[in-house]
């Protein structure tokens, strides 16, 4: 069984702020790209303090607008703990970060050695 993970997409921290160490000459803050990156790279690494330490978790995520506001979706199994941690924290870090692909271990050829 999964649950349905929503997160409200705020770029940037309450202070306006990035919440990720970065030099203000590296910082992207057009939306347009932001959304587009997350659009075209929907897998991410989500991020969420809890009372046992940080709880980490790769994803896919899809973007959607729903009443002006921007959100985050996601699928997470049950069994995958870090979703009792969304109850005690307001707030989740989830990176993006760029192109990335998967190779099967079922396209390696056999070979001796191995």
């Known amino acids: 069984m999964?649950?349905?993970?929503?997160?409200k997409l705020n770029p940037s921290s309450s202070a306006g702020e990035s919440v990720v160490y970065s030099p203000s000459h590296?910082?992207?803050t057009r939306t347009d790209l932001i959304y587009s990156l997350i659009d075209e790279n929907s897998f991410a690494t989500l991020l969420v303090q809890s009372?046992?330490?940080?709880?980490?978790?790769?994803?896919?995520?899809?973007?959607?607008?729903?009443?002006?506001?921007?959100i985050l979706l996601?699928?997470?199994?049950?069994?995958?703990?870090?979703?009792?941690?969304?109850?005690?924290?307001?707030?989740?870090?989830?990176?993006?970060q760029g192109p990335h692909a998967y190779?099967?271990?079922a396209w390696?050829?056999?070979?001796?050695?191995?």
Do not use: D
């Open 51 to 70: 009372e046992n330490g940080f709880e980490i978790s790769h994803l896919p995520f899809l973007r959607e607008e729903r009443e002006g506001q921007q």
């Open 74 to 96: 996601c699928h997470m199994a049950r069994a995958n703990p870090q979703w009792k941690a969304f109850a005690a924290s307001a707030e989740v870090t989830v990176l993006f």
């Open 26 to 28: 590296y910082q992207e």
């Open 108 to 114: 390696y050829t056999e070979s001796t050695g191995n």
């Open 2 to 7: 999964h649950l349905l993970t929503i997160i």
């Open 103 to 105: 190779i099967s271990p």
